[in-house]
């Protein structure tokens, strides 16, 4: 039953809502869109008030694959996130966020650990504390590591091994990078847990991921200065004995792996690409090439103006995807082909054959209008999406002490021109490829068979 | 499962902890448990999933030790003889090593029990 009382405070929630929509024409819509950011004794964080009722909070530290300095400690880390802590115990976080509705994540990529949160905004404070205790009173306990955690570490690697894409793809950033960025992003053999692993490996690799300097919070959609208070007070005695991670400076080096598999088949084609905008060499050309070779329609009914979705019409067997994978110092470009072998196979010379038509300059004026106009959509989308934004921001912040800012990412985006694309795909050949096939290797091509230089 | 017990009842009062010491001391060797060269702990009843699961998170080397003990203890059993005198447990071996583990198993389950009969009241709204 309702009380009286209770129905009365619905009735003022409800004018609320209404006198919310009585904002004038002129008002902005929402909060700032670029971040705010702030250092609480030495930690650092950054915040933007999108409006709406919820908050998403998150911790990022700089503590990927590329900087773990055994296999797959990240892989355990992230796992151990939301364990037992000093104060309470993981069923009781679990209980008290599903009490607050909350929701709990922990993700990694190759450079960043991602801790996060999201949640109603009025419980900021409860998840704030809830990181910091995360991040600097974990217990690393022996028997989670062996209940709890072996069986996550070995699931991921059975999901990573039974997946040609995600072989294929950790395949040809290993030959591009070697060590660092070329580590696998989930353990790839059982070397990991047997040989390395263990509570007290990774209680010293938290040790340096969670050290002040390493990582940073961010926050969407609460306000700043509540922000500024919680953290202050939540991360004012935090200390660990850590003194972060650091990696080497990546080299591309190139060359070509191929893989027997027999549940699928997978080729990447992979090129030294561009770094991120922090980064020292930024090529926004790489982004629009990225764009112009596509392979996956942004438009419904049409296979769209991208030149290998065009090409691929006659593979309908393989798809082909191209990205631009951005890294801090270094970025990779790759045309991921996937289906049946043949179609793979043929799909592959296909991809050759458009790149090196680019660079010949045979290349509508139009379609490079179009690829520059998607790059800069599909950035500015990318950013403002709320989860790859938190990390991108984060690793900003970490990075460079300078929040990721995506109006001058795009404003280099529109400043490309025809002739830097040309030039962009023609030192791509130039320079050694990463070529990865995974899968019915009686049938996918050779990287010499493609005419590509390895 | 750990053992039931009055130590803390006991040892709260020291008049009669003082009283109990010497009768306890007695108790213990005439159980006869540290001259087949086990400790105390050894002699917790294993057919529960709580001491089960404590069993499993022994550390390697005390899990081996304690099987050491068992089956050297039933061999000393099998052919009616006690171990020569000095390997019998020492007073300050036979400490407690599964207990704390068993105990905090138990906490655990506790805490889920009460977290699953708790009764909800929401706060107010701060606004």
């Known amino acids: 039953m309702y009380s009286r009382s209770s129905l009365r405070s619905g009735n003022k929630a409800l004018r609320c809502l209404q006198c919310g929509q009585k904002r004038g024409l002129a008002a902005p819509a929402s909060g700032s869109f670029a971040y705010q950011t702030g250092d609480a004794a030495g930690t650092k964080f950054a915040s933007r008030d999108l409006s709406g009722p919820t908050t998403t909070l998150a911790l990022v530290a700089k503590a990927g694959t590329r900087f773990q300095t055994l296999p797959g400690l990240t892989e355990g880390l992230q796992n151990f996130a939301f364990r037992n802590t000093e104060k309470r115990s993981a069923l009781r976080v679990v209980r008290e966020t599903e009490l607050l509705g909350g929701e709990l994540s922990a993700y990694h990529s190759r450079e960043n650990l991602v801790i996060g949160a999201k949640f109603l905004r009025d419980d900021l404070p409860y998840f704030v504390e809830l990181l910091s205790e995360v991040a600097s009173q974990t217990k690393y306990q022996s028997h989670v590591y062996t209940e709890d955690i072996v069986p996550l570490i070995k699931l991921s690697q059975k999901k990573f091994l039974a997946s040609t894409k995600a072989m294929a793809l950790s395949s040809a950033h290993a030959l591009a990078f070697h060590r660092g960025l070329g580590t696998p992003l989930y353990p790839s053999s059982s070397n990991a847990v047997s040989k390395y692993l263990n509570a007290e490996t990774i209680e010293e690799y938290a040790q340096n991921a969670y050290s002040k300097s390493n990582f940073a919070i961010v926050a969407n959609g609460a306000e700043h200065s509540e922000v500024t208070k919680w953290v202050g007070e939540f991360f004012k005695d935090f200390s660990t004995s850590g003194s972060g991670l650091s990696g080497e400076q990546s080299k591309y080096y190139g060359g070509e792996e191929r893989i027997a598999h027999a549940s699928g088949n997978t080729m990447v084609l992979a090129f030294s690409g561009s770094t991120s905008h922090t980064g020292s060499s930024y090529k926004p050309e790489i982004q629009v090439l990225a764009s112009l070779l596509g392979g996956q329609s942004s438009i419904k009914w049409s296979p769209g103006f991208s030149l290998l979705s065009k090409a691929g019409a006659s593979f309908p067997g393989a798809t082909i995807d191209t990205k631009s994978v951005i890294y801090s110092d270094a970025g990779l470009l790759s045309v991921t082909i996937d289906g049946s072998a043949k179609d793979v196979a043929s799909a592959a010379a296909e991809a050759v054959k458009t790149i090196k038509a680019i660079a010949g300059g045979s290349i509508a004026k139009e379609d490079i209008k179009k690829a520059i106009a998607n790059a800069k959509f599909a950035e500015l989308e990318s950013g403002q999406n709320i989860n790859t934004g938190i990390e991108l921001t984060g690793a900003g912040l970490v990075h460079g002490g300078k929040a990721y800012q995506l109006d001058e990412t795009a404003k280099e985006i529109d400043g490309v021109t025809e002739e830097k694309v040309k030039q962009a795909a023609k030192t791509l050949l130039e320079h050694k490829a990463s070529i990865s096939a995974v899968g019915d290797l009686y049938i996918l091509p050779y990287a010499t068979e493609l005419g590509l230089n390895v | ?127």
């Open chain 2, 1 to 127: 499962m750990s053992q039931p017990s009055l130590a803390k009842f006991v040892i709260k009062r020291p008049w009669l902890k003082r009283w109990m010491t010497p009768l306890a001391n007695w108790y213990v060797d005439a159980a006869g448990y540290r001259k087949l060269g086990l400790r105390a702990d050894d002699l917790i009843p294993e057919e529960s999933d709580t001491v089960l699961l404590a069993l499993k998170r022994l550390p390697p080397k005390e899990a081996y030790d304690r099987v050491f003990r068992m089956r050297r203890a039933f061999q000393c059993s099998l052919s009616h003889q006690l171990l020569p005198k000095e390997e019998h447990t020492k007073v300050e071996e036979d400490v407690p090593y599964l207990t704390p583990i068993i105990e905090e198993i138990e906490a655990e389950l506790k805490e889920r029990e009460d977290l699953e009969a708790m009764v909800v009241n929401k706060k107010p709204s701060r606004t």
